[in-house]
């Protein structure tokens, strides 16, 4: 986490993100929830704007302090698949390595955010990475690792060159991923020394990119990213549709646009989860769908994401983007078209 990141209310407040009042409404919340904002991030927040997107995202707010009752600590259940610390292991052929706890910024809606932070799960010892490591070496089913947290990206080039050279040892493990926000939020950190890193395992390697506002990809964020492809390092999205930020097909599009002017591929947009705190970012799923089916035809294929929702429980990923098509008795189909309208499938041939 670079060193200039605001990491309390008192810094927010000294760099005038918020005023006298909000600092006192805000202090419980961040007793309870870590805080950091980046300059690249306190840069481009409004301060004139309570609602600017970028704000909304990573400025405390004490509507964190509600929570609902849906609401839980680990919404999709990753305690009940982690075999061993730091593995989570979901579905058949690829597994989390969770390798830190620590983020550059701390996002308001984080579906992590009661394992997250300073006070949080923390940072692999060696002797806890080898257990991670030897577990997946024993499953080879496993073809592809997914490292995040945290932000597996906060990590040395030196912590990251270990990483990869034990995975590198792992012949079944084909695919390495990140997620991860520094490209966007610590552009700088993306040098020589941490693209060598993320290539040192010579296995293909991905990058998905969380960003929710077309803002996030500034200059400096897009020359992040193209130090990391033209390196080799493929990069696809995530995003979450997120009420008062994104929650607008336009204000999506945008986004997913500038994604693809990056070169990364749009992947995946999710449905909020139900962390502690984080209801006032919900939308309701109908509410998504309706969105998503605005952007559908009016952008290009290239800039469709898909509609996630992590099922409660541990349940993995649905898609839940609107259904185009509806089978009636005879088998024919009712197609529906990016204008909203019907059509028959196979068409009438009468």
């Known amino acids: 986490m670079t060193a200039h990141s605001l990491k309390s209310a008192e810094d927010l407040f000294d760099a005038g993100l918020i005023d006298g009042p909000t600092l006192e409404r805000i202090r419980p919340v961040t007793e309870r929830y870590a805080v950091a904002v980046t300059p690249a991030m306190a840069d481009i927040i409004d301060r004139t704007d309570a609602a600017d997107p970028i704000g909304l995202q990573f400025l405390p707010h004490e509507d964190e302090l509600r929570q609902t009752p849906e609401e839980r600590a680990d ?14 292991h979901r579905y058949p052929d690829r597994v989390l390595l969770k390798a830190v706890h620590i983020c550059p910024v701390y996002c308001r809606f984080c579906f992590r955010r009661e394992m997250v932070g300073p006070q949080g799960n923390g940072t692999m010892t060696s002797e806890e990475l080898d257990t991670a490591l030897a577990y997946i070496k024993a499953h080879q089913e496993i073809w592809e690792v997914i490292l995040t947290g945290g932000d597996p990206l906060v990590l040395s080039p030196r912590r990251l060159t270990v990483i990869m050279e034990g995975l590198k040892a792992i012949p079944h493990v084909k695919i390495v991923r990140f997620h ?171």
């Open 75 to 88: 919404p999709i259940s990753d305690e009940a698949h982690s075999p061993v610390h730091g593995i989570v």
């Open 180 to 350: 991860t926000r520094v490209p966007v939020v610590d552009p700088d950190c993306i040098n020589a020394a941490l693209v060598e890193a993320l290539r040192s395992s010579g296995k293909t390697t991905y990058i998905a990119l969380h960003a929710n506002h077309p803002r996030e990809l500034t200059e400096d964020a897009r020359a992040a990213c193209a130090r990391l492809i033209d390196a080799g390092i493929a990069m696809v999205s995530q995003s979450v549709l997120l009420k008062g930020i994104n929650d607008n097909p336009l204000v999506l599009g945008a986004l997913m646009r500038a994604f693809v002017e990056t070169r990364v591929k749009p992947y995946y947009l999710h449905h909020p989860d139900l962390a502690p705190g984080t209801s006032h970012f919900r939308l309701d799923i109908e509410e998504g769908q309706q969105i998503v089916a605005a952007m559908r035809g009016h952008i290009s294929g290239l800039c469709q994401p898909i509609y996630v929702l992590d099922i409660p429980g541990g349940h993995g990923k649905a898609a839940i983007g609107q259904n185009a098509a509806t089978k009636h008795a005879d088998g024919c189909y009712s197609v529906s078209d990016f204008n909203g309208n019907d059509h028959l499938y196979p068409p009438s041939t009468e």
